[in-house]
């Protein structure tokens, strides 16, 4: 997770986002990780509108699906999504290759999260990144909405990564 980070376009937000989620994936080089989600985005923008953007990606060989969190100062940045307004919240998400519905109910669980105004508003006012892992950590509570009730989506094992 990264709170307030300078960023001139969608490439090098990407590479941001890329540099944070390699932290926990040893196995695989920033590079790899930066073409997964760039791959993604080339067959269509991952910008859902209102300040929100989900690059996500698949990777062969991956146990289980990551997630990294980024807050962009300055106003954001131009990622050609729907409603042509810059980006100033980006949640990054890959999965494994294999992975279809769990792939698909995340992507769902973090459209309905990101469609909550006040919810991105709250992230927007952090300045810090524990306070935007605590406003992601707790949206479930406050919402009463869970794509899997089993097991919480976001977890403190890591303030860079989300083991989802």
């Keep these: 997770m990264a709170c307030l980070q300078d960023s ?3 490439k090098r937000t990407l590479d941001l986002l890329s540099r944070l989620l390699a ?3 040893p196995d695989y ?3 790899e990780l930066f073409d997964s989600l760039i791959n993604r985005e080339r067959l269509g ?3 859902l509108g209102n300040g929100v953007a989900l690059p996500h990606g698949r ?3 991956l146990e289980a699906p990551l997630a990294a969190f980024v807050t962009l ?3 954001g940045v131009d990622f050609d999504a729907i409603d042509n307004q810059p980006v100033d919240l980006l949640f990054a998400l890959l999965v494994p290759e294999e992975s279809t519905d769990e ?4 992507l769902a669980r973090l459209a309905t999260m990101f469609s909550d105004a006040e919810f991105c508003a709250s992230l ?3 300045t810090n990144t524990q306070q935007c892992l605590d406003q992601i950590s707790h949206w479930d509570t406050r919402q009463q909405l869970s794509a899997r009730t089993d097991t919480p989506c976001f977890t403190e094992e890591s303030k860079d990564v989300y083991p989802l």
Excluded: F, P, V, Y
């Design 8 to 10: 001139s376009s969608k």
């Design 23 to 25: 932290g926990a994936l």
């Design 29 to 31: 080089s920033e590079g």
């Design 45 to 47: 923008s991952t910008g």
């Design 59 to 61: 990777l062969a060989g």
């Design 73 to 75: 100062s300055d106003g």
């Design 103 to 106: 792939h698909l109910q995340i």
């Design 124 to 126: 927007r006012a952090c």
